[in-house]
Antibody
């Protein structure tokens, strides 16, 4: 069974940093590209970053480009998101996600999310 | 960036009715390579993570009931839920998977009368 478990969220002051993790199990992690999404309280879904299986291709949404860094450790089956220069508008539930078996950028598997609250 | 516009933002129906949710993209999602439209639909129940319902406009994810039907082409797409059930209470989102940045519609809240 595919499982994605996020962690690392919490309360952080504006301008500070935080690192989120997503531990994967139930599949060969190194075979799949991975993504981060977020959902502000009471708002819709936002894709924020993609990393290919070998880390050779990375994309970011404009809202986080230059402030967030996606990475992965295939030996540890773990996806990361380094959040820097945090703003109040970054307050959200952060999800990691993976496609299904068929190649494409739709997402069959989601974690339960980790909550980041940016506030002084 | 491709902007996804969803309508309505909310609707309330009685169990057994048919629901239609619309999604319009700011540019065509039709691939010239394989002639497929790159549009997905998700369901998000209260307090839960999103669940994939449909991808490539009309392909149902494994295990999704056949009362969920996706259709459309180019820039105009529809999710139809026939014979709505109480368990369908949720927010529904469209997402273009044509290119990066991937973008979602703003969501449709479905309430059951």
């Amino acid at each position: 069974e595919v499982q994605l478990v996020e962690s690392g969220g919490g309360l952080v002051q504006p301008g500070r940093s935080l690192r989120l993790s997503c531990v994967a199990s139930g599949f060969t992690f190194s075979d799949y590209g991975m993504n981060w999404f977020r959902q502000a309280p009471g708002k819709g879904l936002e894709w924020i970053s993609y990393i290919s299986s070998s880390s050779g291709t990375i994309y970011y949404a404009d809202t986080v480009k230059g402030r967030f860094t996606i990475s992965r450790d295939n030996a540890r089956n773990t996806l990361y998101l380094q959040l820097s220069s945090l703003r109040s508008e970054d307050t959200a539930l952060y999800y990691c996600g993976r496609r299904g078996i068929t190649p494409g950028f739709w997402f069959s598997y989601w974690g339960q999310g980790t909550l980041v609250t940016v506030s002084s | 960036d491709i902007v996804m516009t969803q309508s309505p933002s909310s609707l309330a129906v009685s169990a057994g009715e048919t629901v239609t949710i619309n999604c319009k993209s700011s540019q065509s999602l039709l691939s010239r390579v394989n002639h497929k439209n790159y549009l997905a639909w998700y369901q998000q129940k209260p307090g839960q993570s999103p669940k994939l319902l449909i991808y490539l406009t009309s392909t149902r994810e494994s295990g999704v009931p056949d009362r969920f039907i996706g259709s459309g082409s180019g820039t105009d797409f529809t999710l139809t839920i026939s014979s709505v059930q109480a368990e369908d209470l949720a927010d529904y989102y469209c997402q273009q998977h044509y290119g990066f940045p991937l973008t979602f519609g703003s969501g449709t809240k479905l309430e059951i009368k």
